[in-house]
C-alpha cells in the first residue's frame, strides 16, 4: 500500500508534544513512526530533505498497512522558515496540528535543556543577548543552520510562525492548542484532535500512562559541557536512561550527579523583560487562532 503522510505534529519545542504523539500514536487508524525520538525533522533538514519522499516513506513509515492517518512529529516544523513550502510541495491537504506553550517559559525551558546538553556556557540573560549574534553565526553553519538552540526568543513568536502556514493551508487544515489546555482538559483536547483527523474517539485509549519527561537543570554548566567534549555519547545516554527512568549503567550514574531535578526559574526581571517583548506577538496569536497564551507576571 503506498504511504502518504497526511497529517504532522509540527510544533513547539519543547511543549509537550511528546506526550500527545504518545496518545495519537495508541490508535488503532494512526500510523506513526515506531520510535518518536529522534525525531525526523525531514521538512526542516536539508540534509534530510535531499533524501526525497521516498527515503522518507521507507526510513519512518514502512510499517504502514492500513492506517487511514499517517503522519509524525517534529518540533521544529513551526519555526522554520522553509518548512511550510516543503510540506505545500509535499501534500497541500496535509492536516497540520501545532501544540504552543507561553513563549518566555517555553524560552527558558529551552535553555535549561541545552544546558544538560552541554552546549550553552552563558546564564538566561546573557544568553538572550547574546541570540542575534549566535544566531547569525549558526545560520552559516551546515551543522547548526537548519537546529538554531541558541533561538531562544525568535522560537516563541507563534504568530509571525502560523501565517506562513496560514499563507499555503486553509484554516480547516491548522489546529492549534495550548499544552495548558491538554494539561488542564486532556480528554476535551484529544477528542478535538480525533475530530480534527477524522478518527473514531471510542478506539482512543485515554490513559494517564502516557511519558512525562521531567525538567531537570545542571548542578554546573562547565562540568556539562566537559563532559559532552569529553564523551558525547555517554552524556546522551545518561539523559535519555534520566528522562525515561531506566536503570543507569555506573558511568552514567556519575554523569547524572550533574543533574538537578527540580523545577527552575528565571531571574523575575528578566522573565518580565521577556514577556513584555512577547507582548505583539501574543496578541496577534489571540486574533489568528484564538489561543490566550497569557504571560504569567514572575
Not at 482512543?204 to 555519547?233: F, G, K
Not at 558511568?251 to 521577556?274: G, H, I, W, Y
Request: with cysteine.
Amino acid at each position: 500500500m503506498s504511504t502518504n503522510v497526511n497529517f504532522l505534529i509540527g510544533g513547539t519545542e519543547p511543549a509537550g508534544t511528546n506526550q500527545l504523539a504518545f496518545l495519537l500514536a495508541r490508535h488503532p487508524d494512526v500510523c506513526m513512526p515506531v520510535d518518536l525520538q529522534p525525531e525526523p525533522n525531514f521538512f526542516s533538514k536539508d540534509v534530510e530533505h535531499a533524501k526525497g519522499a521516498d527515503y522518507y516513506h521507507r526510513r519512518y513509515f514502512a510499517h504502514h498497512r492500513v492506517e487511514t492517518c499517517v503522519g509524525e512529529k517534529s518540533g521544529r516544523y513551526l519555526w522554520h522558515p522553509s518548512a511550510a513550502k516543503r510540506i505545500h510541495n509535499y501534500n497541500p491537504h496535509m492536516r497540520l496540528i501545532f501544540m504552543l506553550r507561553t513563549p518566555a517559559d517555553r524560552a527558558f525551558s529551552n535553555y535549561r535543556f541545552n544546558c544538560l546538553n552541554g552546549i550553552e556556557p552563558l546564564d538566561f540573560e546573557h544568553a538572550l543577548d547574546a541570540e542575534e549574534r549566535r544566531c547569525s553565526t549558526m545560520r552559516v553553519d551546515a551543522r547548526w543552520k537548519d537546529i538554531q538552540p541558541f533561538a531562544y526568543f525568535d522560537k516563541g513568536r507563534y504568530a509571525t510562525q502560523l501565517r506562513r502556514y496560514a499563507d499555503l493551508f486553509p484554516a480547516e487544515r491548522i489546529h492549534v492548542l495550548s499544552n495548558e489546555q491538554l494539561r488542564d482538559d486532556p480528554s476535551r483536547e484529544i477528542h478535538r484532535l480525533l475530530d480534527f483527523l477524522d478518527l473514531e474517539h471510542q478506539s482512543c485509549r485515554l490513559v494517564d500512562d502516557a511519558p512525562r519527561y521531567a525538567s531537570y537543570h545542571v548542578r554546573s554548566r562547565s562540568m556539562q559541557r566537559l563532559i559532552r567534549r569529553l564523551n558525547r555519547p555517554l552524556l546522551e545516554r545518561a539523559i535519555m536512561a534520566k528522562r525515561s527512568g531506566q536503570t543507569p549503567t555506573l558511568s552514567q550514574r556519575l554523569v547524572q550527579m550533574n543533574f538537578v531535578e527540580k523545577r527552575t526559574s528565571p531571574d523575575p526581571e528578566v522573565a518580565n523583560r521577556l514577556n513584555q517583548r512577547y507582548a505583539d506577538e501574543l496578541a496577534t496569536l489571540r486574533t489568528i487562532s484564538g489561543i490566550n497564551l497569557t504571560a504569567r507576571r514572575q
